[in-house]
């Protein structure tokens, strides 16, 4: 059974920086896609960023500030967080699939790190 366990999340001033870790319990990067979501608080649940063998795609809201990486050796993807803004403040969710959506319907999730700024 795949898991996503997310980690690296925390409290951090605006300006600063963070970087977020998604472990997966195998190696998946060759056929999935893999993704960030957040959701803040009375808000519905957005893409960050998202990985897969062609490329990187990042959310308007983060381009130029939010990083997305892989390790294949260590089975795991990272979000790279700088110049935080108090907008980035939510719940922040690894996401896997075959599919590269920029929505929500992805078919493993880990259960969130919380990110506030």
């Known amino acids: 059974q795949v898991q996503l366990v997310e980690s690296g999340g925390g409290s951090v001033q605006a300006g600063g920086s963070l970087r977020l870790s998604c472990a997966t319990s195998t190696y998946m990067f060759g056929s999935y896609c893999m993704g960030w979501f957040r959701q803040a608080p009375g808000k519905e649940r957005e893409g960050v960023a998202r990985?897969?063998?062609?490329?990187?795609v990042y959310a308007d809201s983060v381009k130029g500030r939010f990083t997305i990486s892989q390790d294949d050796a260590k089975n795991t993807v990272y979000l790279q967080m700088d110049n935080v803004k108090p907008e980035d403040t939510g719940v922040y969710y690894c996401a896997a699939d075959r599919v590269c959506s920029p929505v929500g319907n992805y078919t493993y999730w880990g259960v969130g790190t919380q990110v506030t700024v």
């Open positions: 990985i897969y063998s062609g490329g990187q």
